[in-house]
């Protein structure tokens, strides 16, 4: 049972910005949350706070049940996926895979063998076995992205964090990943707050939607409730305007399914 809880947090930066008002927010255990939303809404640094990444001004976060608000990253057990994927590029795919494991020290500190067993699963579920001992330039975008995400599942988190983790692949490929990232969580289970500016991704991908603007939440409810019965005029106005291309690739990714 991993639940994620946001208790009316807000983070206020130095300069004074507020990027996230009184946030309350709850993930459901197993649930893919999708935090969605326009440039500047406060997507990325609530799920900094979450990470453990940015300080929290006020209220409390909640993972399984502790709060977390004083725990470093290293101590939270999420894993994260970021845009810029940031692969070592002088290891190959299975030391990139195996490198946070290798790095723990300690009580932490898993064996070799459990070590190989971790990659050798992480690169079958996101098929990679046949690439383990190639360098990263040796593969596509798509296949670094894999990389990215196989790096934050060895760990076996007990949520997983993804900010924007698509923006940087073409069309087709992010359509395709889409997919697969849908696919995982079906197969692993892992509660999962993604963040995407893009309407079409939070509709396709989410259980549930919570949709921001200026820091604040408008609304948290799976996607056609919101676009059924959008809470405010914001929320219409976001949704719909991209609402042809959605249904399309709704239709298409649930055919897929
Ligand atoms: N380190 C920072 N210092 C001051 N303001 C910041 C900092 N990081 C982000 N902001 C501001 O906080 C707001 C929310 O940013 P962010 O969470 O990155 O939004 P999003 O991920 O939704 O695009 C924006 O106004 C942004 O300019
Ligand atoms: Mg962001």
Avoid: W
Wanted: hydrophobic fraction near 40%; charged fraction near 25%; glycine fraction near 8%.
């Amino acid at each position: 049972m991993v639940e994620v809880r946001f208790e009316g947090v807000t983070k206020r930066y130095e300069d004074g910005t507020e990027a996230v008002i009184d946030l309350d927010l709850t993930v459901n255990d197993g649930e893919f949350l999708v935090l969605v939303g326009p440039s500047g809404c406060g997507k990325s640094t609530s799920l900094r706070m979450l990470a453990g990444l940015e300080d929290v001004t006020e209220g409390k976060i909640l993972i399984d049940g502790n709060v977390v608000n004083d725990l470093p990253p290293g101590a939270r057990d999420v894993g994260m996926v970021f845009q810029s994927y940031a692969l070592y590029p002088h290891m190959t795919v299975s030391d990139n895979l195996s490198f946070g494991l290798r790095m723990q020290k300690g009580e932490a500190r898993l064996s070799d063998s459990e070590i190989a067993t971790r990659v050798t699963e992480a690169a079958e579920l996101l098929g990679l076995s046949e690439h383990l001992t190639k360098k990263p330039k040796e593969l596509s975008g798509g296949q670094r992205q894999r990389v990215a995400l196989g790096r934050a599942l060895v760990r076996r988190p007990k949520v997983l964090l993804m900010d924007e983790p698509l923006s940087n692949l073409d069309a087709e490929l992010r359509n395709q990943m889409r997919t697969e990232i849908r696919r995982l969580h079906d197969e692993l289970g892992t509660t999962t707050v993604y963040v995407t500016h893009d309407q079409i991704e939070a509709m396709t991908l989410a259980d549930r939607i919570a949709i921001m603007n200026d820091g604040v939440l408008q609304q948290h409810a799976p996607p056609l409730t919101a676009y059924n019965q959008p809470a405010n005029d914001f929320v219409k106005g976001f949704l719909c305007k991209h609402i042809d291309e959605i249904v399309d690739t709704a239709a298409k990714l649930f055919e897929e399914r």
